[in-house]
């Protein structure tokens, strides 16, 4: 059974960082892509950040430098640690897991298994 599950949000202060966490069974990370999206109150999921089953990354172009997308095989388990954190990154973050291999842009319906979500609150 397929199942992710995230976590490591919090309240952080303007310009700290948080490392999330996502945890993935049922499948292995040598086999589909992950993907990180956001989603703030009132505005559509965006991707964020994916990682393809060969450990290659990609940011989407406004988070490029702050955030860091990394996984470690063993523990079967996807990072997204995020620096500089800033009042406009408050969302709930979700990870996914993509229908391939490969990272291919953040379209909703490539992804076909869903974290239940961690609440960043960037805030002083």
């Known amino acids: 059974q397929v199942q992710l599950v995230e976590s490591g949000g919090g309240l952080v202060q303007p310009g700290g960082s948080l490392r999330l966490s996502c945890a993935a069974s049922g499948f292995t990370l040598d086999s589909y892509a992950i993907g990180w999206f956001r989603q703030a109150p009132g505005k559509e999921r965006e991707g964020v950040s994916c990682?393809?089953?060969?450990?290659?990354?990609y940011y989407a172009d406004s988070l490029k430098g702050r955030f860091t997308i990394s996984r470690d095989r063993a523990k079967n388990t996807v990072y997204l640690q995020m620096n500089s954190l800033k009042p406009e990154d408050t969302a709930v973050y979700y990870c996914?897991?993509?229908?391939?291999?490969?990272?291919?842009?953040?379209?909703?319906?490539?992804?076909?298994?869903w974290g239940q979500g961690t609440q960043v609150t960037v805030s002083s």
């Open positions: 996914a897991k993509r229908i391939s291999t490969y990272c291919s842009g953040y379209g909703l319906y490539e992804y076909n298994y």
């Open positions: 990682i393809n089953s060969n450990g290659w990354t």
